[in-house]
């Protein structure tokens, strides 16, 4: 998407037709523009030049918005409130000459004030000064006249329009009853001298400017306020880093640290660029960019990201990316480009506002008529009309979404959840159904020793001889072995002939014994195992692994491996089912782990045994009972998350563009996949609430500036009351989107429980086998093996791999193994297991 600032845009009617003339260029597959942050999204194949020009036609500006490698860049400059100083200098000046022009209309007319000597009874001079000071007034607003008349000589009336019309007609309604009161005058007629003077709407002209930059002003101020959290980013950007040239520490400004750097970071300060620690250890508060508050432990070979802080010890690092590389600036950009993106629920609001303006002008043209018709006097008919223009707001409806779109976008950001478009923002809390990828999502996604059972020695010695064993492997369960005996501090010994049996287990000797590792089965051919069978049968269940060692003919025991649940899981699945969301368990492993997990964590359904390409599809089926957001780490599980209607990539870390999913989350926590759809619901109840009260009080409020309750109630409406009203619309709007900033996203207190889907889900992918095969040297012996594999029937699908000497069938029924081997080995290979 190719970004644009817009100028000249004062209300929704604004955006709405430059989106229009935009979305009318050939080429332009889609046009976003949001009126908060005076920006516009462009997706398609027309020319920068071509865009530009459309929105010129239109009446506005444009120019290309150009993203700077540089970290230190003035991008935070676009987010700078510089509306409100200029608004704040406008209205000073305004009340300073609206006050005696108050006075003179007012305080003399209706309270018997005192004026000058002068004026005392020249109800001329009165009408001249009144005249002045609301010409004064007018200057000073020039640009609602500017911009209004602008709108409408280009035929696409905005809100400065309105105020234009209804500021400029009660302004020569009131200079023509001046004029008409001189010609009174000179014929000496004081009784039509002094009806003249009520005909003066010159305080209703001047008013209703000075209130509507009242609210233009806090509106400014709060949509100032909308931003602080991409501010707050912003501001984390380091200035300087220190980094070692030449062998010497030197500080050099951030644009110049280059990728192979290698920089310094003392305890208090910020890390500049993300990196990796070459030397030293530390804590390191990440905080700024996950909302995770304990520190972090870093040591040698682990990453270091941007703006996070060094709490305590001396690190030197080597700069992995810099610039708009780092993660803060992925971050900036993912939040800033969502809030530039509209949601489908502003949709009514951009139809309304396309026709908004000529319809109240409209309104305003008959509510005159009608009360001529009437019969009323030319000044009451005219004020009623004026009270139409100057009560509408377009502004309230165009700010009902976009400002609560770059709160919340804010406030995911401050907690670690960075939501990509203003569609993942609100589609994410109409999930009903949540898919979890095991591996990594609802576990750890790295193998550790749950259990330790001695046999005739103690646990420590049992610990040691794994040890010295596992050592020599790379296998991903010894490495669990490994990593448990270090962590208690055990040396390992001396192993000599060691010897690795290819899906069996290990072996090696130790002075003059000889030492054996591995499953069940192969220590079982080495020792007898029967009295460990109930262990191991209740270990398996449970979804471990269990590891049998063995010392010469006699077992010594057994330990357990496996892939442990997170911590937070089983609570975030009870949250997630607590409002009322179906979670489903979808994983490659085998039916008894996955069940055991399943069972562990509490997750409504477990569908096991489904390679990696196949959970595309159960994603599919599952789309047909409701809406599914599917939760995996981004990359294995990338054709699910796209297919998912919100793809959630969780434990992303600094690779936050994740281009599969819609919604990253910076923590390794499933508790927040909850946050995140939690802040989607109070988003999207929060641009209910501002879109309600928009529409409200535009149903409400023209029809009572019409007069329409005249006839009935006796209510009428002063057209300053009516500005007053329309200056406070939008405020509120924008202040009511501000109160996201108090939703507190890890809280299950006020969760609401929608009403769960029923999911009648049959397991299309009921089983996988793997065959070991010898005899295949190329892919012509792959397309052989596969086809011989998949003429079987029950066999939906064979992958096989020359390199891996296996082929993966995918079945639709229990076919019995022996017929599988047969058919390869009639394709002319061996069959190895």
Sequence with gaps: MTQYNVTGMSCAACSARVEKAVSSVDGVSSCSVNLLTNSMGVEGTATSKEIIDAVEKAGYGASLKIKNKKVKSNSDDELKDTQTPKLVKRLVASLLFLAPLMYISMGHMMWGWKLPSFMENNHIAMGLAQMLFAIIIMVINQNFFISGFKGLIHKSPNMDTLVALGSGASFVYSAYALFAMTVAQTKGDMSAVMSYMDDFYFESAAMILALITVGKTLEAYSKGRTTDALKGLMSLSPKTANVIRDGKEITVDIDDVAVGDIFVVRPGESVPVDGIVIDGESAIDESVLTGESLPVDKAVDDKVTSATINKSGFLKCKATRVGEDTTLAQIINLVSDASATKAPIAKLADKVSGVFVPTVIAIAIITFIVWLIVPKPFGYSLSRAISVLVISCPCALGLATPVAIMVGNGKGAKNGILFKTAVSLEEAGKTQIVVLDKTGTITEGKPKVTDVIPVGISENDLLQLAYSLEIKSEHPLAKAIVEKSETV???????????????????????NFKIYAGSSKYISTVCDISSVKSDIERLSNEGKTPLLFAKDEKLIGVIAVADTIKQDSPEAIKQLKNMGIKVVMLTGDNKR???????????????????????????KKLQSFGKVAMVGDGVNDAPALTRSDVGIAIGAGADVAVDSADVVLMNSKLSDVCSAIRLSRHTLTNIKENLFWAFIYNIIGIPLAAGVWIPITGWTLNPMFGAAAMSLSSFCVVMNALRLNFVNVTSSKNDRKIKEVNIDYTEEFKMTKTIKIDGMMCPHC????????????????????????QATVELSKDVDTAVLEQAVVDAGYTIIK
């Design 593 to 619: 782990t996955a069940d055991a997990i399943g069972k562990q964590t509490g997750v409504d359904m477990v569908i096991s045994d489904v390679l990696p390409d196949g959970k595309e599809a159960v994603v």
């Design 489 to 511: 501090q055990i040396p390992p010994f001396d192993i000599t002939d060691f010897e690795s049996k290819t899906g069996n287990g290990l072996c090696g000797t130790l002075e």
């Design 782 to 805: 792959e397309a052989a093996v596969k086809k011989a594999l998949e003429a079987i029937d029950g066999v939906t699908s064979a992958v096989a791999s020359h390199t891996e000497k």
